[in-house]
């Protein structure tokens, strides 16, 4: 088990980085006035809860690949590359809440780190499937 201790910090941190993004949305609807349930009416409000969510949808990408890469691979490489789409999905929610034009730097860090665990645990699975 010591062997996925880093991969283990990076799942803990990415569910506190999205703690945070929701802690931000809670603070934007006192900011606003508009109280939930309601999640419409002030474009800063928006753009906190759809950078949040956004965030949420990649969690079921990401998780399952950082792991099986984790456990298929390399669980240092698989951290590494964890906390560089944690990193890009901090740049797209600040940006994103900004500005939604700002969004594409994080993106590109996220998206780009996800596809690497993703093909890279996929490639590793079916390689060693053929020769099993």
Known sequence: MQAYYSVAIVTLLT???????????????????ILAPTMTGNPYLERCIRAHTNTLEWLAIFLPALWL???YWSPSTAAVIGLAWLLGRIVYFIGYVADPKRRFPGFLIQSTATI???VG???????????A
Request: proline share 0%; net charge positive; aromatic share 8%.
């Open 69 to 71: 890469f984790a456990v």
């Open 121 to 131: 645990a996929l490639g590793r699975i079916i390689y060693l499937m053929s020769v």
């Open 116 to 118: 690497a665990l993703s």
């Open 15 to 33: 569910g506190l980085v999205c703690f945070g993004m929701a802690v931000t949305v809670a603070r934007a609807h006192s900011k606003t006035g």
